[in-house]
């Protein structure tokens, strides 16, 4: 495949993933090859961070795994959200890694090291680097693609390694050519404090995505043009509720028409209702409460349910 048609390409999550993995092992090597060359805790921490792809990407992979399997009589609504836990997970693992970065960065400065071999072991870390980056573009496209968590997750993380390996090879050139050593550890713990930072967000989206967000601004935009292409002077929707699962999206609603009406008319007006709703946003599940227009529903408040 040329460059140019892969670019093009939205490969699927699962491919991706496994791509991650060895791309994450192979980086793995090269970064850790280059902290023994050099002797550098800002290259050590680095590499240290790579552990975390690796691990973060099998449980990435597993997750996905499990997202797709079908709905089940446990699971009737299918396995879409085990994808946030592993944007979860790898946040998690994204701040302990921080903390072990911290703490070598701490011992170094109490005791600086001089740099050896920077030149292998800066080429080392650029190359690590640069195939992060490569793989993080197409995973970002593939997940807006696929509303696939887990592997926006993942290629979050590559990309703040992708810059935390940036900072560390300018950081560690600057302690070689001006000789203050005490760069190289203040180098890790910016990596350190930086990839906090991400791996704080990572979480945070996770819970997020458990706790069954509205549908994006744009998704909900277009829900409200398809339902105006019905509205009608005898018809009308209320009560539109929205949520996002995984890779699913639903929205329950109901639509109002006259008590005159049989059965079988309201029954095909909502049908092609529900296939407008999903031709407009793909992974759409619709329910749709048939009522006649007099009658409004009556909606328990938490004093009822008490």
Do not use: C
Not at 204 to 230: H, N, Y
Not at 281 to 300: N, Y
């Amino acid at each position: 495949m040329t460059f140019a048609a892969a670019k093009d390409k939205i490969f699927e999550p699962q491919q991706l993933l496994r791509w991650s993995i060895w791309v994450a092992v192979l980086t793995l090597v090269l970064k850790f090859a280059a902290w023994w060359l050099t002797g550098s805790v800002g290259l050590l921490s680095d590499a240290m961070e790579s552990i975390v792809n690796v691990v973060g990407a099998a449980f990435a992979l597993m997750m996905v795994k499990i997202a797709e399997r079908p709905a089940d009589e446990d699971h009737p609504y299918g396995h879409h959200k085990a994808e946030y836990f592993s944007a979860g997970f790898e946040g998690m693992l994204i701040i302990i890694a921080a903390a072990g970065i911290f703490g070598a960065a701490v011992f170094r400065l109490r005791d600086p090291q001089p740099l050896e071999q920077l030149g292998i072991g800066l080429s080392l870390s650029v190359v690590g680097s640069a195939l992060n980056g490569g793989l993080a573009w197409l995973m970002f496209r593939s997940a807006r693609e696929h509303r696939s968590m887990a592997l926006e997750g993942d290629a979050r993380h590559l990309m703040t390694d992708v810059w935390t390996s940036v900072g560390v090879i300018v950081g560690v050139s600057l302690a070689a050519f001006t000789g203050w050593l005490w760069l190289d550890p203040v180098v890790a713990m910016g990596v350190a404090v930086n990839i906090v930072r991400e791996g704080v967000m990572l979480m945070w989206r996770s819970a997020e995505g458990l706790m069954d967000s509205a549908l994006e601004p744009e998704v909900l935009a277009d829900v409200e043009k398809t339902l105006a292409q019905f509205k009608h002077h005898a018809i009308r929707f209320d009560h539109v509720s929205t949520r996002r699962s995984g890779k699913r999206r639903f929205v329950d609603l109901h639509m109002h028409m006259p008590a005159s009406w049989t059965l079988r008319r309201a029954a095909a007006l909502r049908a092609s209702v529900e296939q407008a709703l999903m031709s407009a946003v793909p992974g759409l599940r619709a329910t749709i409460q048939l009522l006649p227009s007099d009658v409004e529903p009556h909606s328990a408040d938490e004093e009822d349910l008490i």
